[in-house]
């Protein structure tokens, strides 16, 4: 039995938009192993300046991330959609072991396999210092970012 994780491409405006969002959903509950599951057991990608792929290497990478980032809270944007493949913008904030505070801005291309499981990930990345008095993402680290809670648009970001 093959895995399958909806929305299935090819996208629609509205599917792709929930597929966007429950990727975020995933990173902000912030757990390797469950995040690798939305991926092909082969999935590649490039973070930043690293490239592997496979589960057991995007876990890897995820402990490794989160464990560094402390009081991560994420939000992504759709930016554009064809067939398979999802164009996305993304902002993070977090802080580090020093207490310094980041906001991350980036942009990820997404190709998917027909069960919607994403076969390539490729992501750019830039932080930014900011001081905690300049956070924007302010919602309870434990869940989901609330469906009241600006995105990234309505934040002028």
């Known amino acids: 039995m093959s895995e399958s994780r909806p929305p299935l491409p090819p996208f629609t405006a509205e599917s792709a938009a929930r597929k966007v969002r429950a990727a975020e959903d995933g990173w902000n509950g912030?757990?390797?192993?469950?995040?690798?599951?939305?991926?092909?057991?082969?999935?590649?990608?490039r973070n930043?300046?690293?490239?592997?792929s496979g589960r057991p290497a995007i876990i890897e990478f995820l402990t490794r991330k989160w464990s560094r980032e402390h009081e991560y809270r994420l939000i992504k944007e759709l930016w554009a959609f064809h067939e398979n493949r999802i164009a996305v913008r993304f902002a993070y904030e977090f802080q580090d072991e020093s207490g310094a505070w980041f906001r991350a801005y980036g942009?990820?291309?997404?190709?998917?396999?027909?069960?919607?499981l994403m076969q390539a990930?490729?992501?750019?990345?830039?932080d930014l210092p900011?001081?905690?008095?300049?956070?924007l993402f302010h919602w309870d680290r434990s869940a989901p970012r609330?469906?009241?809670h600006p995105?990234?648009?309505d934040l002028g970001l």
């Open 30 to 45: 912030r757990n390797p192993e469950k995040v690798a599951l939305a991926y092909t057991p082969d999935s590649r990608w």
């Open 48 to 52: 930043r300046a690293e490239i592997f």
């Open 107 to 116: 942009n990820e291309n997404w190709e998917f396999d027909a069960n919607g």
């Open 121 to 126: 990930r490729h992501a750019s990345i830039n």
């Open 130 to 135: 900011i001081q905690e008095s300049e956070r």
């Open 146 to 148: 609330p469906a009241d």
């Open 151 to 153: 995105g990234l648009s």
